[in-house]
């Protein structure tokens, strides 16, 4: 599959609004296109338009996703949410970031505000984010180029690095095509061997249950991120425990019940398939790189290009 090329700024701060700036995390960033009109010709499997404005849009980084540096109200651990953040930022090239201590998560300053980068992206995804790899500095090849992405050019990404230095789970959508699926999975499975970054703590995972006594208890561990996602939400709910979560899940197929492809077994699935929970424990009992996730469907007669 071919990725399309964007040049561009990735933005950090903005000088004029700095408490209002961008929030970025380990997996997210604000990118500033030169050419706007390229982000509007992506695919939008989801049926989403992008959304961009004069200061740019966000890119989640395709393949990934770190721990929640913040999430509504709340967060993951945060040792290893601002590791990854960090880390992304440093490799993008910023240096002497500092956050608002009342704010942690928008920059109060740093060296550069605003720096040269690319990325390299197949759609905009269904929050309207811009889905990609990304890489410091310009490249060779010029804006809107079609590039037929392999793997030592993915090993140049930020997202190869976070993924191999153990600073974010595997997340892959069907967008993602299969030989790059299978070479990042192999990264994160040596990251996990290693005990690389989070997978030290990482739980609720297939070595081990986690268990969560309230939503203050759940900030504190390292799972993985999509997973902490659903269970915030349930136990908003006002729920006690993990008893009704199967089926709290099983009731929206979109925006809880993901659509699941399961690579062990080669079948469909859904999210519940790989959960289990009950009274205060909960377990992903299948590796994240073991499953392939489909993008929210597209409303009828929503357009996809």
């Known amino acids: 599959m071919s990725y399309t ?15 209002q700036g961008p929030e970025p995390d380990g997996d997210t960033v604000k990118f500033r296109p030169d050419l706007p009109a390229l982000v509007e010709g992506l695919r939008r499997p989801s049926g989403t338009p992008p959304d961009i404005n004069a200061r740019g849009i966000s890119v989640r980084l395709e393949a990934m996703d770190a721990l929640e540096t913040h999430f ?20 993008l090239g910023f240096t002497n970031i500092v956050f608002f201590e009342d704010q942690p998560n ?24 811009l889905i990609g790899f990304v890489y410091r500095g310009d490249p060779a090849e010029p804006d809107g180029a079609n590039i037929f992405l392999e793997e030592d050019r993915v090993d140049g990404s930020a997202n190869a690095t976070l993924m191999e230095e153990g600073l974010a789970y595997p ?35 297939p070595n081990g249950k986690a268990t969560v006594p309230n939503l203050l208890g759940l900030q504190q561990l390292v799972m993985w991120p999509k997973l902490f996602r659903r269970l915030v939400p349930y136990l908003a709910t006002g729920a006690a425990d993990f008893t009704g979560f199967d089926t709290w899940l099983r009731a929206d197929a979109v925006h809880r019940d993901d659509p699941l492809f399961l690579l062990d077994r ?26 392939i996730i489909n993008p929210d469907p597209a409303p009828p007669g929503a357009p996809t290009r």
């Open 5 to 19: 090329l964007l040049r561009g700024q990735f933005v950090i701060r903005y000088p004029d609004l700095p408490r």
């Open 266 to 291: 080669g079948e469909h699935g859904n999210m519940h398939d790989v959960i289990s929970a009950a009274g205060h424990d909960v377990q992903l009992t299948v590796w994240p790189e073991e499953f």
């Open 171 to 205: 997340a892959f959508y069907a967008t993602l095509p299969a030989s790059l699926r299978t070479h990042l999975a192999g990264k994160s499975r040596a990251a996990r061997a290693a005990q690389a970054g989070l997978w030290e703590n990482s739980t609720a995972d």
């Open 72 to 91: 509504g109200e709340t967060h993951q651990e945060l040792v290893c949410a601002n590791a990854a953040r960090d880390r992304l930022l440093e490799l």
């Open 106 to 129: 928008n920059v109060k300053a740093a060296d550069q505000d605003s720096l040269r980068g690319y990325v390299l992206s197949n759609g905009i995804d269904a929050n309207g984010r």
